[in-house]
């Protein structure tokens, strides 16, 4: 500015401003260095993070403020910078960085690095500004907000499975106490109603059992790994039949080993088939179909029910979604047909060896 | 009963509609209603609409009302059956232990739990009926 300009009351110029004074006032780390590494400026913020005087590190490199880990990696990253074509960027965009005091204490830290072209030098020789601020402060919040929700996922997978042992378990055992009660005074009434209530009650049990150990999978679900794909869906088939107004039959063809996520993720398909089912099709009767070959493996489910419009239905909704998510995870072809008040047909072809 | 027997005087029968959405828990309660002779089951039903379309057709006395039942509001549940009749003795019904509490508060004359005998849900049924 020249002295013909007019003053105004708001406007500082360059060089009216202190500028090691403004530095030193900035809270963050304010680091200068040439092309070789060598400290030329350290402000007070980074004296008080890094827990030392300027005169401990002007004129040494930059490597003593490094976590001897990463020097060599800094180094060939800084060179890349210094000789490149950007002029300032943001550090650590790909992984988070550390930082280290001269006692040796290191810290997460957050950074951008700029490069001024230096007056008077040689060309090609420039000044690398690095702004830097500590974040353990702030990883420590981050870590205790991902731990807070982990523990509400888990608090809500608990209430969910809980709400689903009332609904399947509590409800079978408590009509089959109910039964078990009355079975003495109606047999000595009526032997055939009691023959009759006594195979209800051994179905309840049944029922009861399996609803009981399709949630213990939930609970833990590397089980699924170790069970045959066979047994587990009988076992969805009877916790089903069990909970829901829907008969489900199952037919099993054949006999092959599958790899354990091919089995996890056609159980977990039938299982989502078959909540549909249960939840929404107002179907009576349904059928698992599994047929194994050494070479392909066919599972279908299909019910009796309402349908629906394959063409409106949103991908979320009905678990389609996941469904389509599982048969890919496996390289498998998902196939679904509903017609509406004729029910749905879910197939999947899938190799029995990935 | 004797006096039913002898065709002197009906006897009077306490009606009663059962509410919950699993229909094996509507058989085994009706299985034990039936057994006995005080008791009359007038209607089931699987869900609320159900449930109020039987109290408006059937009149029953008493409703075991699964607390959980499909379609019922969160809070003041009972307030529609009992616009209908007023006079409508509830035994609310859970497989939630916990639902005690909100039931009573609410205006339902019992709570039994399903994790309970079934005894406990005749006491109720027999004290309400001379209510």
């Not at chain 1, 006999?255 to 039938?270: E, G, N």
């Not at chain 2, 005080?38 to 869900?47: G, K, S």
Request: hydrophobic residues 45%; aromatic residues 4%; charged residues 25%.
């Amino acid at each position: 500015m020249t002295g013909t300009s007019s003053k105004t009351a708001s406007a500082l110029t360059a060089s009216q401003l202190n500028l090691e004074e403004l530095l030193n006032v900035i809270i963050d780390a304010v680091i200068a260095f040439d092309h070789d590494q060598r400290i030329l400026f350290f402000n007070k913020g980074a004296e008080t993070i890094f827990r030392c005087t300027a005169e401990d590190v002007l004129g040494k490199r930059l490597d003593v403020l490094l976590p001897g880990r990463y020097v060599t990696l800094h180094r060939s990253h800084f060179t890349e910078f210094a000789d490149g074509p950007i002029a300032s960027r943001a550090m650590g965009e790909r992984r988070p960085i550390f930082a280290r005091t001269l006692d040796g204490h290191e810290f997460p830290a957050e950074a951008a690095i700029a490069k001024l072209a230096r007056p008077g030098k040689r060309a090609g020789d420039v000044l690398l500004v690095v702004v830097m601020r500590d974040i353990t402060e702030r990883k420590r919040v981050e870590d205790e907000l991902r731990e807070k929700a982990e523990q509400i996922a888990v608090v809500n997978e608990r209430s969910r499975l809980a709400r689903d042992l009332h609904d399947a378990v509590t409800q079978t055992l408590f009509s089959a106490s109910i039964i078990a009660d009355v079975l003495p005074r109606l047999w000595e009434r009526n032997p055939d109603d009691g023959r009759k209530r006594l195979e209800e009650l051994r179905a309840l049990n049944r029922g009861a059992l399996a609803e009981m150990r399709t949630l213990l999978l939930e609970l833990r679900p590397a089980a699924l790994i170790d069970a045959d794909l066979r047994d587990l869906l009988k076992q969805l088939a009877a916790s089903i039949t069990s909970r829901s107004r829907v008969h489900v039959d199952i037919e099993i063809d054949g006999q092959t080993d599958l790899a354990p996520d091919a089995k996890v993720s056609l159980y977990r398909i039938a299982q989502e088939a078959l909540n549909n089912v249960a939840k929404h099709s107002g179907a009576t009767e349904a059928l698992i179909a599994l047929s194994l070959s050494p070479t392909l493996v066919h599972l279908i489910i299909e019910d009796n029910g309402s349908g629906f419009d394959t063409a409106v239905s949103k991908p979320t909704h009905l678990g389609l979604d996941i469904m389509n998510e599982r048969a890919a995870a496996i390289g498998a072809t998902l196939n679904i047909r509903s017609v509406l008040g004729k029910g749905t047909t879910v197939k999947v072809i899938c190799a029995s060896r990935a | 009963m004797r006096i039913a027997a002898a065709g002197h005087i009906a006897p009077v029968l306490t009606r009663t509609i059962l509410a919950d959405h699993q229909a094996k828990v509507r058989s085994a309660l009706r299985l034990l209603i039936e057994q006995e002779q005080a008791f009359q089951v007038v209607a089931e039903a699987h869900n609320a609409d159900s449930l109020l379309n039987g109290i408006l057709h059937t009149n029953p006395h008493i409703a075991l009302l699964d607390w959980d039942l499909p379609g019922l509001p969160d809070m003041h549940k009972l307030e529609l059956m009992h616009r209908i009749d007023p006079d409508l003795k509830v035994i609310a019904l859970c497989s939630r232990p916990e639902a005690r509490q909100a039931s009573l508060a609410e205006g339902a004359h019992a709570f039994i739990s399903k994790a309970e005998p079934p005894d406990n849900l005749l006491h109720a049924l027999y004290s309400l009926r001379t209510l």
